[in-house]
């Protein structure tokens, strides 16, 4: 009976153990559990010092195999991955107790990922690779692994709510309660090659109670929680994956990129009162809406920076290559927000001359392209009944937030403030990388950190509890 006891303590610490986070799930639980055991089974005869030596041992495997051992010399570094359709970014970062610290970025053209949908995986591995091994070359460090950004049209949010009853009477809520609430919101019917990326919670319900952040240690008998469920194709995230892993790079997470590029560039304010935003990508334009703090929407439109460049080419039937240089240095989303008309030099497709062409033309072939978008975004929003839940207005993330004039566009469109996004957080980040552009690889890498973060904390309590348990069920 004494050993059945010590069993069913091993059971808890086992799910403890591998519900501490998101990302954790039944596999996880059962193997950890399985381990467990039998470990356990094979110490038994050793009496119950031995025992608990071994439990010990294994749970701290599977704490450290979380990425929640007290950080080491190689573990102090971080890694995002950001593969997109124009290009791949890989940032090196150094994490220490107190701070995250840029070390490099690597960059290379990317031509293998079309809105987020690989099409030709050799040049995929081929980017990422180059990427890595300029970041590599500038921080003097090795790439083992990495989190990397999941981004596209494949990818779904829904809100959602589950809960449970606690029992007959009220009692404590504990951990393993509140993972138990989580699963079951989560559990929504996904078609077969749909996963989920994420499960983020709005608000914890105790007894019909609402607009709890954190029911831990409360008393009740019933127990919701409503939360935003983040799914995405199987088959293109594990392409994903599998590109990365070619290119000699672990995945130790991933993360939906407007997420990401929230954590470096959101204000906690601008969350809180209610905000979207923009994470505006090659292929695709990604939408994440805040409000009260936590994720209420999630989105993506079939719009990006790449339109407004093929709209520039057959326009002014000029290069691709060409296009986007004119997109970056000479663009104005449209005519009325021109300073003077400049003229402008181009080069012609083929061997045909170069020309010359003014600012109000290139202004007059992008507007109907961005009043397309910004209506898009409009419509989105609109759709889902919280376009009045944003006061905080929009923030413009990603390459395509630099076209010159589309911020004040967005500003008359919507009648709220507009701005563009700047990455945060990462000391000694240099001002060319201080852009839109890098916030998705830039906000990985925090993702990361503050991720090992809450799981070093985690480990600490979890073994004081194996420990506790143990003692009691002897």
Same mark, same amino acid.
């Given at each position: 009976m004494?050993?059945q006891?010590w069993?069913d303590?091993v059971d808890?610490?086992?799910v403890?153990a591998?519900s /501490? @986070?998101?990302s954790?799930g039944?596999r996880?639980r059962?193997?950890c *559990? &399985?381990?467990?055991r039998a !470990? $356990?089974r ?8 031995a025992?608990?030596e ?6 701290l495997?599977?704490?450290?195999a979380g990425g929640v051992s007290?950080l080491?010399k190689?573990?102090r570094y971080?890694?995002?991955l ?9 940032l090196i970062?150094e994490q220490d107790?107190e701070?995250v610290?840029?070390?490099a970025?690597?960059?290379a ?17 081929s980017s990422i690779r180059r990427?890595v091994?300029e970041?590599e ?5 090795p790439v ?7 981004a596209?049209g ?6 959602s709510? /589950? @809960?449970?009853?606690?029992g ?6 504990? *951990? &393993?309660?509140?993972r138990? !609430? $989580?699963d079951?919101a989560?559990n929504?019917?996904?078609?077969e ?9 709005h608000e ?8 709890i952040?954190d029911p831990l240690g ?10 935003h ?6 088959s293109?995230t594990q ?5 990365a892993?070619r290119?000699?790079?672990?995945i130790?997470?991933t ?14 304010d ?5 905000c979207?935003?923009l994470d505006?990508?090659?292929?695709t334009?990604?939408l994440?809406?805040y409000?009260g ?10 719009? /990006?920076g790449?339109?407004f460049?093929?709209?520039?080419a057959v326009?002014? *039937?000029t290069p691709?290559?060409? !296009?986007e240089r ?12 021109l300073?003077e008309d400049?003229a402008?030099?181009i ?11 003014f ?6 072939i992008i ?5 397309e978008?910004?209506?898009l ?7 889902e009944?919280?376009l009045s839940?944003?006061?905080a207005?929009?923030?413009f ?5 630099r076209?010159?004039?589309l911020?004040e566009l967005?500003?008359?469109?919507f ?7 700047e990455?945060?957080?990462?000391v000694?980040?240099p001002e060319?990388?201080?852009l839109?552009d890098?916030?998705t690889?830039?906000?990985l890498v925090l ?8 799981a070093?904390?985690r480990?600490?309590n979890?073994?004081?509890?194996l420990?506790?348990?143990f003692a009691?069920?002897?």
């Open positions: 004494a050993g006891r069993f303590s808890r610490f086992a403890h591998a /501490g @986070g998101e954790g039944e996880r059962v193997a *559990r &399985e381990s467990f !470990a $356990v094979g110490a038994s005869s050793r009496g119950r010092a025992k608990t071994v439990a010990l041992a294994v749970a495997r599977f704490v450290g007290p080491g190689r573990d971080l890694v995002g950001d593969i997109g359709s124009t290009k791949t970014c890989a970062a107790e701070q610290r840029f070390l970025l690597g960059a053209e990317s031509k293998g990922l079309r809105k987020g949908i690989i099409v030709n995986l050799d040049a995929t591995v990427a091994e970041a070359g500038v921080a003097g460090v083992e692994s990495a989190v990397m950004g999941v596209g494949h990818v779904r949010g829904v809100n709510r /589950g @809960g449970i009853t606690l007959n009477r009220p009692r404590d809520i504990e *951990r &393993e309660d509140v138990r !609430a $989580v079951a989560r929504i019917t996904l078609p090659d749909r996963e989920v990326l994420h499960v983020l919670p914890f319900i105790v007894d019909a109670q609402d607009g952040r409360m008393l009740g008998q019933r127990l919701e929680v409503n939360v469920v983040v799914t995405a194709s199987a293109a392409n994903l994956v599998t590109a892993n290119a000699g790079i672990l130790s997470d993360v939906l990129e407007p997420l990401a590029s929230a954590e470096s560039c959101l204000l906690q601008e969350r809180d009162l209610g979207c935003l505006i990508g090659g292929g334009t990604e994440i809406v409000g703090g936590v994720v209420r929407h999630t989105s993506a439109i079939g719009v /990006g790449d339109h460049t093929n709209d520039l326009g002014l *039937r691709i290559p060409e !296009a004119i997109k970056q240095h000479h663009c104005r989303a449209a005519p009325a927000l300073r400049m402008i030099e080069a012609s497709v083929g061997d045909r001359p170069r020309r010359t062409v600012a109000r033309m290139l202004s007059e507007e109907p392209r961005a009043q978008f910004l209506a975004i409009h419509d989105d929003l609109q759709r009944g919280i839940l944003i006061p207005g929009l923030v993330a990603g390459g395509g937030a076209l010159d004039g911020a967005a500003e008359q469109a009648h709220l403030p507009v701005r563009i996004a990455p945060r957080g990462l000694d980040l060319a990388v201080a839109p890098y916030a690889v830039a906000g993702y990361g950190a503050r991720a090992r973060r809450s070093q904390q480990s600490g979890l073994v004081a509890k420990k506790a348990m009691g069920a002897s």
